[in-house]
C-alpha cells in the first residue's frame, strides 16, 4: 500500500473524499489516503504543505496560489470546486453593527493570516472602496475562536463559508449582515512538488477516484440528508447549497490564475507575479 496524506477542511464540500475513503475505492488500488480534518483553514495547511506534514491539500484557490508566491514548493493540479465560495460576513447577534457600511474601519476575525478569511478580507474591503491599509485584524484559529471573539468584542466581523456558520446564526450566536462570493472557483488540489514528482502516476489516480465520485455526487440516493445529518445543516440549507455547488474535474486555466493572481497583486498581498506554467501541473 501507498501512504499519502491529505488534508482538508472538515465541511460538507469534502464529504466526496469521505464517501471514496469509506467505501475503500483507495484501498482497491493500493493507496492508504489519510485524510486529515483541519478546522484551521487553509493558512494551516499552506503550512502543512511546507512542512511535508500533508502531501495534498482540497484548499482555497487564492490561498494555496498567495502561498505559492510566497515560497511554497507546491503545485495546483486540478480545480475541485468550480463554482466560488459564498463568504457569510457575520457579526455577533447583539451587536450594534447592522449592515456592511458599518464595519468600515472595524477589525475582522480571522483563522489566521494568509487564510481565506483573511485573504477575502481584502475582496470584501476593495468591493466596499474601503481604504485597505486600515484594515485590522484578529486571529482566532477556528470558528469557536471567532464566536468568543465577537462575543468579547476583541473582534467586530467574522467571514466564513455562509452554510457551515449557517447553525450560528440559526441558534442566535451570529447575526449574518451580507455575502462576499469569491470572483473564482474556491477549492483547487494543490501538492507538493517533491511528493507529485516522484509520484505522478498516483496522484493522477487518486484524481480519476475523486472526479468519478464528484460527477455522481449530486445524484446519490438522499445525498441532501446524509450532508444535513454529517455537518449539522437543515436540510432545506442543505439542498438550496447543492443548488449551488458545481464540482470540477478541469485544470485550472490560465485566465482564472491571472484574475486570481492581478487581484492579489493588487491587494498588495503576493510582492511578485508568478508563471502559470510554474503553478499548474
Known amino acids: 500500500m501507498k501512504t499519502v496524506k491529505i488534508a482538508g477542511v472538515p ?3 469534502n464529504l466526496p473524499w ?3 475513503i469509506e467505501n475503500g475505492e483507495f484501498d482497491e488500488v493500493g493507496i492508504d489516503l489519510q485524510w486529515t480534518d483541519v478546522a484551521e483553514g487553509t493558512g494551516k495547511m499552506c503550512q502543512m ?3 511535508n506534514e500533508t502531501d495534498i491539500a482540497v484548499i482555497l484557490t487564492e490561498g494555496i496560489i498567495k502561498d505559492i508566491s510566497a515560497g511554497n514548493n507546491s503545485s495546483i493540479v486540478q480545480i475541485y470546486v468550480q463554482s466560488p465560495l459564498i463568504w457569510g460576513i457575520h457579526v455577533d447577534a447583539n451587536s450594534k453593527f447592522n449592515q456592511l457600511t458599518d464595519l468600515e ?14 485573504l477575502m478580507s481584502f475582496v470584501n474591503a476593495k468591493q466596499q472602496n474601503w481604504n485597505i ?3 485590522k485584524f484578529e486571529i ?5 475562536g471567532a464566536v468568543e471573539a465577537l462575543k468579547n468584542n476583541s473582534a467586530d466581523y467574522f467571514m466564513w463559508e455562509r452554510f ?3 447553525p450560528l446564526v440559526d441558534n442566535g450566536t451570529f447575526r449574518k449582515i451580507a455575502d462576499c462570493p469569491t470572483p473564482w472557483p474556491c477549492f483547487v488540489i494543490a501538492v507538493r512538488n517533491e511528493f507529485l514528482e516522484k509520484n505522478v502516476s498516483t496522484v493522477e489516480l487518486i484524481l480519476e477516484i475523486i472526479n468519478n465520485t464528484t460527477i455522481e455526487f449530486k445524484s446519490i440516493p438522499s445525498i441532501d440528508r446524509t450532508l444535513a445529518s454529517r455537518y449539522n445543516q437543515k436540510l432545506k ?3 438550496e447549497w447543492l443548488k449551488l455547488t458545481r464540482w470540477s474535474q478541469k485544470k485550472l486555466d490560465k485566465n482564472t490564475f491571472e484574475k486570481v493572481q492581478d487581484q492579489l497583486h493588487e491587494l498588495n498581498l503576493i510582492e511578485n507575479k508568478i508563471s502559470f506554467e510554474a503553478v499548474v501541473k
Open 11 to 13: 465541511e460538507h464540500f
Open 164 to 166: 457551515m456558520t449557517k
Open 105 to 118: 474601519n472595524t477589525t475582522s476575525a480571522i483563522s489566521r493570516i494568509g487564510s481565506g478569511s483573511h
Open 18 to 20: 469521505q464517501l471514496c
Open 140 to 144: 482566532v484559529n477556528t470558528i469557536d
Open 133 to 135: 491599509s486600515q484594515l
Open 237 to 239: 440549507d442543505i439542498q
Open 49 to 51: 504543505l511546507r512542512n
